[in-house]
């Protein structure tokens, strides 16, 4: 059997790749009723990723306790995977105030292939060993390979790597029993079923990454300290409207008047945990930067400490 035949073979047995003989005449139907075709198909995919919320759960709680030792999180993925991998990554850092490198996102083909298609770039599991050791791997690092169909050389070649050098390995795909989950330690299956438009995996597939991706980034951060409640604290003002939302923020947080928040920011140079901790604590801006230090840049925690400070 020739690779082409093989690879026909493999693909027909992926729910992600299925055929739906009812939709076949889907190019004849007026315009809104495609669309009602089409939100219809997305209402399912909240639930697929419900069915893995244990699957998640442990992933994070896996990865934050890596992220904790002052690990990284890296993204490997290809094509639509890849650019939702890289996405989730290039957030982190104006949402989270994560250093640079903390999250990494890695896709077959380079940054070029974010924009246009890499030919061959997915089907190589050396280039994504290539483009992890560049990284230099730690064991408190934790890779996450993404493909829709579980089977993708360049995520399962990331995971596969990461293993052997000792880092934590999840493998995300939307079928089930595919290689990148059992490639991995931590297996997250969402299965979507098949698509609309027959093997287009940014639809549904697509959807249900981003939303899993979303959790681990997010959840994890929450983990570590970088929110206060459901306020993104460590939110990084890097625009006008980035500095309105930590005024924001910070009232939000203190229900100070606008003149006291001023003051605070001020002290703070910006940053708008240590312009709440000046606030609720009532401490200068070099305390509640100490104070912050101290407890590993965690808000809730060095309020306890600045709170106890201030006790006769």
């Not at 959840?219 to 500095?243: P, Q, W």
């Amino acid at each position: 059997m020739t690779d082409s035949l093989r690879l026909q073979s493999e693909l027909a047995t992926l729910t992600t790749e299925a055929y739906r003989p009812e939709l076949a005449g889907i190019d004849r139907l007026p315009t809104l009723d495609i669309a009602r075709l089409m939100n219809g198909e997305d209402t399912g995919v909240p639930a697929a990723v419900a069915a893995r919320l244990p699957e998640i759960a442990a992933a994070v709680d896996a990865v934050a306790a890596r992220m904790e030792r002052g690990g990284r999180l890296v993204y490997a993925g290809a094509g639509t995977a890849g650019r939702l991998g890289v996405l989730d990554a290039s957030e982190c850092p104006p949402t989270f105030n994560t250093a640079p490198g903390q999250v990494v996102g890695l896709i077959a083909g380079g940054p070029g292939a974010l924009v246009t298609s890499v030919e061959g770039a997915e089907d190589s599991p050396d280039l994504a060993r290539a483009d992890l050791g560049a990284l230099k791997l730690t064991p408190d690092d934790s890779v996450v390979g993404v493909s829709a169909s579980g089977r993708t050389p360049y995520a399962i070649g990331a995971v596969e790597h990461a293993r052997a050098a000792g880092a934590l390995t999840v493998g995300l795909s939307c079928n089930a029993g595919s290689a990148l989950a059992a490639a991995a330690e931590h297996g997250i299956e969402v299965v979507v079923g098949p698509e609309l438009l027959t093997g287009s995996t940014r639809l549904k597939a697509g959807t249900a990454q981003k939303l899993v991706l979303n959790m681990l980034s997010t959840i994890t951060m929450i983990r570590l300290g970088k929110t206060y409640g459901n306020l993104m604290v460590d939110v990084r003002a890097s625009n006008a409207k980035l500095r309105a939302r930590s005024r924001r923020i910070v009232a939000q947080a203190t229900g100070a008047p606008d003149a006291e928040i001023e003051r605070a920011l001020t002290a703070a140079d910006g940053q708008v945990k240590t312009a709440i901790l000046i606030i609720l604590a009532g401490v200068d801006g070099g305390t509640a930067t100490r104070l912050l230090e101290e407890s590993d840049g965690r808000l809730r925690a060095a309020l306890a400490l600045g709170k106890a400070g201030a006790r006769p």
